[in-house]
């Protein structure tokens, strides 16, 4: 679909000027009267040619009548008529073609493939930066619909194909990317080239590719930028700083930058998979000791095989002290499990000991009647048995403070519970935390298990008071109540 054989054919014209830049593509010529179109091949051209863009014709007469159409406003076929009508059969018509393109759904056509470059690479580097910043802005991708070459070449953002039905790989997301850069580095000049190297990797090329020196180049200044640790960039070049176990600083003009793939390489290693912080301080520690004698641009592979060896031992020392970690949690909440389940034992226990010594003043009490004069039918009498009710009240409080104590000990325990877990909620993700602490089965079955012995041993603790009172009140000769007789 080249534009300018289309001119030719439908007007009759050998020559004519085509200008085709960023956002405007124009074009002039002249004709004779005898050339103009039917109306209505006028209009399948302009709507053939437009793509979602805005193709303004501008026609005029050598006495200054002008007829002025557009792909939005369809001119009709009365006022074409009545335009030509007022021509005469030797006049040479001037026609002007001005296209104001635009990106629609992430596409952008260029009508003149070489116009279209030129213009776009005569510009500096620092503007070239802008104007696929502006292309790019809160885009996932652009695609450039080139109608008059068979050109086919991508990053994984940025694509120039004829085939208006290609496709960019949508698994990567830039949007992503860009979140992670900003997470890891400070690049003071983000609002006016908000780019990533991603978009000047190109993946799919083509032989004699005008493009490939300009897009290595910047895929190379942004690559630097994001494994530094504060960057800036102005017309003249780049300024980088990189903290690691030396703080070193660069500048470079941007005809000084040499294109280096292998720094490209260490900022994909950097934000693909994996913690972006963690290898971002290990890069920038190896390159600030790498660059002690040697330019940063002059990084190499040994250099990038250094950083990947070290962050395989920070993950060995990492792993370790992670599995260190989960074996002490692990520790801690069966411990805690125990607690509670101790902690419930307590009530059972005070219990015993307060039974035991109810039984051993019962025991003292007959051992002392037995070696007295006194009948062993007038043990229990009414001062002893007000003593052993005054004991069995004192039991009751006993239980109740013995309650206090243990509920105060639990909700101790499980505050402790809650507090190991809100401790490491920094060390493992969300997932990992619920699977160490097992969504808190493990203190839910504690819980439940401490629940049903405090209930039981409370039940048989004021059965037994209860029995023993109502006992004594019944079946003793001399009851200090006597509610019963």
């Not at 294109?259 to 913690?275: E, K, L, P, S």
């Not at 409080?397 to 401790?423: D, M, Q, T």
Request: aromatic share 12%; charged share 25%; glycine share 2%.
């Amino acid at each position: 679909m080249n534009i300018e054989n289309a001119i030719k054919t439908l007007f009759k014209v050998n020559e004519i000027t085509l200008s085709d830049r960023i956002y405007t593509c124009e074009s002039k010529f002249e004709t004779l009267i005898e050339n103009m179109p039917e109306h209505s091949d006028l209009l399948d051209f302009l709507a053939e040619y437009s793509f979602n863009n805005i193709l303004k014709l501008t026609i005029s007469n050598p006495d200054d009548k002008i007829l002025k159409m557009d792909s939005s406003k369809k001119l009709t076929l009365e006022e074409y008529k009545e335009f030509l009508n007022t021509c005469q059969e030797e006049d040479t018509i001037t026609i002007n073609l001005e296209i104001n393109k635009k990106i629609t759904e992430n596409i952008l056509t260029i009508y003149n493939y070489k116009n279209f470059t030129d213009d776009l690479l005569k510009n500096s580097l620092f503007d070239i930066m802008k104007i696929f910043s502006a292309f790019l802005y809160g885009r996932k991708c652009i695609i450039f619909y080139v109608l008059d070459d068979a050109v086919s070449w991508s990053t994984k953002t940025v694509m120039f194909s004829n085939n208006l039905n290609s496709i960019i790989n949508t698994k990567f997301d830039r949007i992503e990317r860009i979140k992670l850069c900003k997470d890891c580095s400070y690049f003071q000049g983000y609002s006016e080239v908000s780019l990533i190297p991603d978009d000047f990797d190109i993946i799919v090329d083509e032989k004699n590719n005008i493009y490939s020196g300009v897009f290595n180049k910047i895929k190379t200044i942004i690559s630097l930028i994001y494994i530094s640790s504060v960057s800036s960039l102005d017309k003249t070049g780049v300024t980088l700083t990189i903290n690691g176990q030396r703080n070193i600083s660069y500048n470079y003009s941007y005809d000084k930058v040499i294109i280096n793939n292998i720094v490209y390489n260490i900022y994909d290693w950097i934000y693909t998979d994996g913690n972006p912080v963690d290898k971002s301080i290990i890069a920038r520690n190896i390159i600030s000791l790498h660059c002690k004698y040697s330019d940063l641009l002059d990084i190499d592979p040994t250099t990038f095989l250094s950083i990947t060896s070290n962050y395989g031992l920070y993950l060995k020392d990492n792993v370790s002290k992670y599995l260190e970690a989960k074996t002490k949690v692990s520790e801690f909440i069966s411990e805690i499990g125990s607690k509670i389940g101790d902690n419930a034992l307590e009530l059972w226990d005070s219990f015993k000991k307060n039974l035991i010594a109810m039984l051993s003043f019962f025991l003292t009490v007959i051992l002392v009647n037995l070696v007295s004069e006194r009948p062993l039918d007038n043990i229990f009498t009414k001062e002893i048995t007000f003593i052993i009710e005054m004991i069995l009240i004192g039991s009751l409080c006993y239980f109740f403070i013995s309650i206090i104590e243990v509920n105060y000990k639990y909700r101790k325990i499980k505050n402790l519970y809650n507090s190991l877990k809100v401790n490491y909620e920094d060390v493992f993700s969300e997932e990992e935390i619920k699977a160490i602490f097992d969504d808190n089965r493990y203190l839910i079955e504690s819980i439940k298990s401490f629940k049903i012995k405090i209930i039981l041993s409370s039940i048989i603790w004021i059965v037994f008071i209860v029995a023993l009172f109502i006992n004594i009140e019944i079946f003793t000769a001399s009851p200090w109540l006597g509610i019963f007789k």
